[in-house]
């Protein structure tokens, strides 16, 4: 006699998601190891299956779970470039090397870390907008008796100078772990300096990636100073809000010292360009070097024609096949 059938739990039925929220359709799904997340123009939503929830299957009536994950979307630089565009890439393609699921976690992690960098920027941002719109209403900064009274400050701002400078650190290592899946090489605590040691170790030389990371060491060692200098010596980084020297006012600063100081929301705004344009062509660099099967040869990265950007989509690169 055979042996029964286990009943299947009410868990194992199907079930149906509405993910409620956002501007119009889905446009991406990517799956991860224990978690989906699904991309709307402006919003990213997570869902996770009864097994993802409980993996040892110890209730029979576990549901499926969604929610609102971030208010961006696809539109994003962040989520569409970092994220997205390389994680889609992924699909399809044999690698000599890599863990694909590791490579899409890597990607996901840094996404989630300048994510964090971008809203820090943007609180401090807005912040900076309001002070400096009010000063401008007034007339400037008023001297009554020789003292200005109650110089205008961004809240918080040393607290959100380190959230984004600690994230941006996360993201780099991040990029760090896709290239040491890519290459098999061991890049630690976000030092590319040392990372690039060990790729001209390799035969062949990754030649495109070692140039590409060398001319992006300073923007990357600048990172790591500002960061690693708020808490180790010899140098200090400081972080200065709106304040007054003898040609008048001037908006928050950070400096190395006993380096001059810089206008801190520019070189934000430069910092975060930089990073995602770092995570991204590393990405890709290691993909093609690391193709693998019989159409490798015939697989191009190509940058998307802005006519073809469609949707609102940030998205800039794809990887596809190509018959010469």
């Not at 990029?175 to 990372?195: K, M, P, Q």
């Amino acid at each position: 006699m055979p042996a029964p059938r286990p009943r299947m739990m009410p868990r194992d039925g199907a079930g149906k998601i509405d993910l409620v929220g956002g501007t119009g359709p889905l446009k991406h799904m990517i799956g991860l190891p224990t978690f989906m997340e699904f991309f709307k123009i402006d919003t990213t939503f997570q869902g996770q299956s009864p097994d993802s929830i409980d993996p040892e299957r110890t209730k029979p009536d576990v549901p499926w779970m969604w929610r609102i994950s971030d208010d961006a979307g696809f539109s994003n630089d962040i989520v569409a470039r970092v994220f997205i565009q390389c994680a889609e890439a992924l699909n399809g393609k044999i690698l000599k090397r890599g863990d694909e699921n590791k490579i899409k976690l890597a990607l996901h992690t840094c996404k989630e870390d300048l994510r964090n960098c971008e809203k820090a920027f943007g609180r401090i941002l807005s912040a900076n907008t309001d002070i400096e719109q009010a000063i401008k209403t007034a007339g400037g900064i008023k001297v009554d008796k020789g003292v200005v009274n109650n110089l205008p400050q961004i809240p918080n701002l040393e607290h959100d100078a380190t959230i984004f400078l600690t994230s941006c650190k996360r993201a780099l290592q991040s990029i760090a772990e896709v290239l040491n899946e890519f290459y098999g090489i061991t890049i630690s605590n976000a030092r590319f300096d040392e990372g690039i040691k060990q790729l001209k170790k390799l035969n062949p030389r990754p030649i495109e990636l070692l140039e590409f990371l060398e001319n992006s060491a300073a923007i990357i060692t600048r990172i790591l100073d500002l960061r690693n200098f708020q808490e180790h010596t010899p140098k200090k980084t400081v972080v200065k809000n709106f304040h007054l020297t003898a040609n008048g006012i001037l908006p928050p600063t950070w400096q190395i010292i006993p380096e001059s100081e810089k206008p801190m929301l520019r070189e934000m705004h430069d910092i975060l360009s930089s990073v995602i344009e770092i995570a991204e062509i590393s990405f890709f660099h290691g993909l093609m070097d690391n193709l693998g099967g019989v159409f490798a040869s015939v697989f191009v990265v190509e940058e998307i024609p802005v006519a073809e950007r469609k949707d609102g989509s940030a998205m800039r690169f794809r990887c596809e096949i190509r018959l010469r």
